[in-house]
């Protein structure tokens, strides 16, 4: 019995370490929302710590959530932001990683966010999580990707 306490012991170990991560910056639900100010937004947290863009990336690769059959309404665009941001949330709490509602020139459409910080900058990235396409909100899509609405 013992080498199945040491096992699991030896798993939870290793899990914790791989997705341990030295926040960049931590900062309040003030700056959270002056952040996001561009966008109507609900941010649920009195405080956040950002990781390096290579986290994110890294919490992407574990994104199995986009390998789900899309269906229309069942399991669409919503279904599949709101997934990988239950699951980032479980592994990393204090990410500031939200689920966004974009107006496309398609129709509506659901994306997930996060916001890096590297010197003295603040990053505000989209995360298609049906792709794990990752890209900036300030460098292009902005007329594609309109955001009404935010969590975070």
């Known amino acids: 019995m013992g080498w199945i306490s040491d096992a699991y012991s030896s798993i939870t170990t290793i899990w914790r370490s791989y997705w341990e991560y030295k926040p960049t910056i931590e900062f309040d639900y003030k700056i959270a929302k002056r952040i996001l100010s561009f966008c109507p937004n609900q941010v649920t947290d009195d405080a956040y710590k950002a990781a390096d863009f290579q986290y994110y990336e890294k919490l992407c690769g574990m994104n199995l959530w986009r390998l789900r ?17 239950v699951t980032a949330k479980s592994i990393a709490p204090f990410l500031p990683l939200g689920v966004v509602f974009v107006s496309t020139p398609s129709g509506n459409h659901a994306l997930n966010f996060f916001i890096t910080y590297t010197g003295m ?20 899509m902005i007329k594609e990707y309109e955001p009404y609405f935010m969590v975070v």
């Open 121 to 140: 900058t603040y990053t505000f990235w989209y995360l298609e999580p049906q792709t794990n396409e990752i890209f900036s909100y300030d460098i292009g």
């Open 69 to 85: 059959k899309w269906v229309k309404d069942s399991h669409d665009c919503d279904n599949y932001a709101f997934e990988f941001f």
